[in-house]
């Protein structure tokens, strides 16, 4: 372990930086502490909300723009953004919206399991939430819903983008699972707003007991090096043992050497603004909001997923009593007329756009803090994606909206479309026109980061009439 | 028509749910469900990804013949994390008397209600963070003042020489530290953790290195994990205290005493005599019923009433539905079952058909039977004969399995046909319909049977309904709430069901006779052998544990279904002392 005079844990980080935790304002409100003369990191954020979208409400008809292709986003006059998009035409320059991808993996996992003589867990809620940021097959469990069968998007970037000594990645919210650290194991998560911001902000001060601060600091220095002894420990008691142990002893073993970093690690590099406060008010997923931002702000982490639960139907001014999966995501659908109803369009887009604007929200609180040339937002790829395309259920087509540019790396202002121009096998006998993968936006994503690898997940599935679909490499369309 | 179908109308949706319910419907009883992972799916290819499948393969019964010569084959024991319910007793065993704020623990990922899966049961960056802490506030729990580390430990005193201070860290190593890592340390071991305090005492002071040392210990890898070395040979036995350690966290959830350390240490756990005589000294002590208590939260969902689905209730009943009766229905269960395996017949049939309770203020009224004045108190009750009969008909499984209006046929049903008699059943199709059905708006009144009757009549939910719903509407004469009706609306109740398709399926008039089946069913008494298994082993028994169970079941029949002898023969068993095949 490397002794600094700057010792501090990820809990004494504020401290450190010589903020309290309180009566400071939100994050750029106080003009930060920008440090322009160094590169600030890139960070992403999943933002997941449940039941997809209302695709007549959200993709674009835009002049100029064929079954494929991509146009500029900010010279559309404000009557062409369709009804959940046009909470974000005033950061139009920022952003980026991906029309046309597909979960082919999800697709062919149904085809593949609809006619086996086994309980598998076959409803497409359950299975797309374990397959939307794993891209594998979900892991099937005996009288339980499936769950995710591998490591996550947001765990791999997590990881190889984190700073020394910071969270490698937080998972915040409520609902269903969808980050995974290994098969068959969520990633930890906080589901209260106020744990995660005193995770943040350290709960309670290092020990000043016995000989005062140096005692202290004395023992504080200790623990890292106790740390340290732990991870060479794991280490040792792996060998011998079976893959699936040696593997968790390993992961055991590496993060609790993150952890010890974590005692040593100064502030450096580029932390945009650190100005924590706790504030109680509003819509919880804006008080996550204040959280991720605090958080990225502060370099604490660099990749973040938020999961948005389900509704109350009241919160946002639909009836009372109405079941918003039932009465109105099933009936949304005008592809669907036989069970299409206009008053559960008109329910499923105010439902939608409840959480685009707690989207735009996000974006606007890190968008209002500066960080070298531009804003926190700009350096960051946040990413808006469901479990699922629509409320009926579709796994292609999917509506994703990225926002910031991860530092330039991304093409934003653009409105991208693919075409749906491989026909997959689905379940039950029928068949989709899909476009590109979803683990080839995963692997632009991890290009924009920094993160080598041209693939996410499974690589390739069978398409109709023989070949195979690959899922691999960039989509060059989404990278400058 | 008041309802709509069970299932959208989309085509996808349709035939999935048929395929599904016939999934089911075909699937039959499954005596302890299948084994672990076994990888049929296609694995990602991101780096250092481990191949998905599905968890289980198959049916693992074996032949009756095939377990008649005698073989011993070794449970799997996959390398376990302590459960957060585990890791709290074992700090409270080490702690006794400690109390400090601790930070929240995530949640463990439950598999089939259990929170010990040993697959899941990983390592994650906040809960490495969250024990280093934790362990942190502990050790300065018992060093912070020289009274408070008299107390810990009573040699670190003021003043000792170098040769006094390295016996006084000896003796926390070979107390303390045997407790903690459930074993003595290894020389090595202990000389580098002799050596570790040596630096701190010289660099810091005594007290910091009797706080860091512990922080050493705790943050350990055998602390936090249950170590068993892989076998090398078949029929190798385990060592003695990975033994002990088997029984402690099985029977107690907590680490072995000094008692059973002792034991191990001197080869008392190295004979049938040895091991029975500690089980049953181990089955008597306090720490057992917390654990026997703690199988049945998980086995049977206790803590399901204390979802936030459960907040609030939009009908009324004979009592007001308030926090205070919401945590009485909560306790109830745990009482119950204390009562039930301890103090009184200790059976599976008891479980599922007395009327023992012990009731408060709250539940009291509910029950509709004399409460003590307050809920502070709680008292020994019967509960009315003809309305009551075991754990299913007590609130805590009624009320969680209720909607806010009304119970829920379907989820009262699946809950028994999962739980107690293990059938997998696939989740609802996508389309299912899962809000509770109505009456609507100046419709004619219908009973909650009648409306969940007519929601599930549809032919391609009869796949899965036809097992559900005759085992559901068992439970209609209890509300939302719990309480006992026998009208509902104006309307007579109709309770009547079976339990069509397992080895009980005479009808039933209510839900003390559904009760009775139950308890008179070999299914269910092998269903709960299984989830007793799942619990000890930390993963769903497979085809390698199916002698032992079909053993297991035998025995459990042959005791009237005596819990504790149950338990106690799943302890005892040769196959457990075993060491286990390293899993690759």
């Not at chain 1, 952890?259 to 932390?271: D, I, K």
């Not at chain 1, 990749?303 to 948005?308: D, F, K, P, Q, R």
């Not at chain 1, 509506?399 to 991304?410: D, E, H, K, Y």
């Amino acid at each position: 372990m490397t002794k600094s005079t700057n010792e501090f844990s990820r809990r004494s980080l504020l401290r450190a930086l010589g903020v309290g935790a309180a009566g400071l304002a939100l994050p750029g409100l106080l003009g930060g502490r920008a440090r322009a003369q160094v590169e600030p990191p890139r960070r992403v954020v999943f933002f997941i909300t449940p039941h997809g979208t209302v695709w007549n409400a959200w993709h674009m008809d835009l002049a100029g723009l064929g079954p494929s292709g991509s146009v500029t986003l900010s010279s559309q006059p404000s009557d062409r953004w369709s009804p959940l998009l046009a909470p974000f035409g005033s950061l139009a320059r920022k952003l980026m919206v991906v029309e046309g991808l597909s979960r082919p993996g999800a697709i062919e996992y149904e085809h593949a399991h609809d006619r086996q003589g086994d309980a598998f867990d076959l409803n497409r809620h359950d299975f797309g939430q374990a397959h939307l940021m794993t891209c594998v097959d979900p892991l099937q469990r005996p009288s339980a819903t499936c769950i995710g069968g591998g490591v996550s998007i947001d765990q791999v970037l997590g990881a190889a983008t984190s700073a020394p000594g910071r969270w490698a990645s937080r998972v915040y919210g409520q609902g269903h699972p969808y980050s995974f650290v290994a098969a068959g194991e969520e990633s930890p998560r906080v589901t209260d707003p106020r744990v995660a911001y005193d995770d943040i902000v350290g709960m309670r001060a290092p020990s000043t007991t016995g000989a005062g601060d140096a005692r202290a600091r004395a023992i504080r220095a200790a623990r890292a090096r106790v740390l340290g002894r732990a991870a060479a420990e794991a280490e040792r008691l792996g060998v011998g043992l079976g893959r699936l142990d040696r593997e968790k002893l390993a992961r055991h073993a590496q993060l609790v050497r993150d952890l010890e970093a974590s005692f040593a690690a100064a502030p450096g590099g580029a932390v945009a603004s650190c100005s924590p406060r706790w504030v109680a008010e509003a819509q919880a997923l804006d008080q996550w909001s204040r959280v991720i931002t605090l958080a990225l702000s502060c370099d604490l982490t660099r990749t973040v997923t938020l999961l948005a639960p389900e509704l109350d139907p009241s919160q946002i001014g639909l009836p009372p009593g109405v079941d918003v999966h039932q009465d109105y995501a099933h009936r949304s659908n005008r592809l669907q007329p036989s069970t299409y109803t206009a008053e559960a369009e008109r329910g499923m887009i105010q439902y939608v756009g409840f959480f685009a604007q707690r989207f735009r929200t996000l974006l606007d609180q890190l968008d209002s803090v500066p960080e070298g040339d531009g804003t926190l937002l700009d350096h960051t790829a946040v990413v808006w994606m469901s479990e699922l395309a629509t409320g009926t259920h579709d796994l292609h087509d999917l509506p994703i909206v990225v926002a910031g540019g991860a530092s330039g790396r991304l093409r934003t202002d653009r409105y991208v479309r693919y075409a749906r121009d491989t026909r997959l096998a689905a379940g039950w006998g029928f068949e989709v026109d899909a476009g590109p993968a979803q683990n080839r936006f995963y692997v632009s994503l991890m290009q924009a980061l920094g993160v080598p690898g041209d693939r996410f997940g499974i690589t390739s599935v069978p398409r109709v009439g023989g070949g195979t679909m690959s899922l691999t490499s960039a989509l060059p369309e989404l990278l400058v | 028509m008041a309802t709509r179908g069970c299932v959208g109308s989309t085509r996808a949706a349709a035939l999935a749910f048929i395929a599904g319910c016939a999934l089911c419907a075909c699937e039959g009883v499954l005596l302890g469900g299948p084994a672990g992972p076994t990888g049929s799916g296609r694995p990602g290819e991101t780096p250092g990804e481990p191949a998905a499948g599905r968890d289980g393969g198959g049916d693992s019964s074996p032949p009756i013949d095939a377990c008649a010569g005698g073989e011993v084959v070794p449970t799997a024991a996959p390398l376990r994390r302590l459960s957060t319910v585990e890791y709290l007793r074992t700090l409270a065993d080490l702690f006794p008397g400690v109390t400090v704020e601790q930070p929240p623990l995530p949640p463990d990922t439950t598999v089939d209600g259990f929170e010990n899966d040993a697959r899941s049961l990983g390592p994650s960056d906040l809960l490495v963070a969250r024990w280093e802490d934790i362990a942190f506030r502990h050790a300065e729990a018992v060093t912070s003042t020289p009274t408070r580390l008299a107390a810990f430990l009573p040699c670190a005193r003021d003043g000792l020489a170098a040769s006094e201070a390295r016996a006084c860290a000896g003796q926390l190593l070979d107390t303390f530290g045997r407790r903690a890592w459930r074993r003595p340390l290894t020389a090595s071991e202990r000389d580098d953790l002799l050596a570790f305090f040596e630096t701190q005492r010289q660099e810091i002071d005594l007290p910091a290195a009797v706080e860091l040392t512990l922080i050493s210990l705790l943050i350990s890898p055998s602390f936090v994990y249950r170590l068993e070395s892989p076998r090398t040979t078949a029929g190798e036995a385990l060592d003695p205290y990975e033994l002990a350690s088997r029984l402690s966290y099985f029977l107690w959830q907590s680490p072995p005493d000094d008692a059973l350390l002792d034991a191990a240490g001197s080869g008392g756990l190295g004979n049938d005599t040895g091991v029975e005589a500690q089980v049953a000294r181990m089955l008597e002590d306090p720490k057992a019923r917390a654990a026997m208590v703690d199988f049945h939260r998980q086995w049977l969902d206790f803590d399901r009433i204390l979802r936030a689905e459960h907040e609030s209730r939009t009908t009324a009943s004979i009592t007001p539905w308030t926090p205070a009766l919401r945590a009485a229905i909560h306790d109830e269960q745990a009482r119950f079952v204390e009562r039930t395996i301890f103090d009184g017949a200790g059976t599976l049939r008891a479980l599922l058909t007395s009327r023992d309770a012990e009731v408060n203020a709250s539940l009291g009224a509910l029950y509709g039977v004399g409460g003590p004045a307050d809920d502070a108190a709680w008292i020994a009750v019967q509960l009315p004969e003809g309305e009551r009969s075991g754990i299913l008909t007590r609130a805590g499984f009624l009320a969680s399995h209720a909607h806010a209006g009304n119970g829920s046929p379907p989820l009262r049903g699946v809950f028994v046909r999962e739980r107690l008699l293990c059938e997998p059943h696939a989740a609802p199709p996508a389309g299912a319909n899962l809000a509770p059905p109505m009456v609507e708006s100046g419709a004619p009144a219908r009973t909650n049977r009648d409306l969940f009757a007519e929601r599930t009549a549809a032919p391609q939910c009869q796949g899965c309904h036809v097992r559900i719903d005759p085992v559901g509407f068992g439970f209609e004469n209890y509300d939302a709430f719990g309480a006992f009706r026998d009208s509902e609306e104006g309307l007579p109740v109709d309770a009547s069901g079976s339990l069509f398709g397992t080895d009980s399926p005479d009808p039933f008039a209510d839900a003390v006779g559904l009760s009775q089946r139950l308890a008179e069913s070999a299914q269910v008494h092998a269903c709960a052998t299984s989830q007793w298994m799942r619990f000890a082993l930390g993963a769903a028994p497979g085809s390698g544990e199916a002698c032992l169970r079909q053993r297991l079941v035998n025995g459990f029949a042959a005791t009237g279904g005596d819990v504790r002898a149950l338990v106690h023969a799943i302890a005892t068993a040769p196959e457990w002392r075993l060491r286990a095949t390293p899993i690759d």
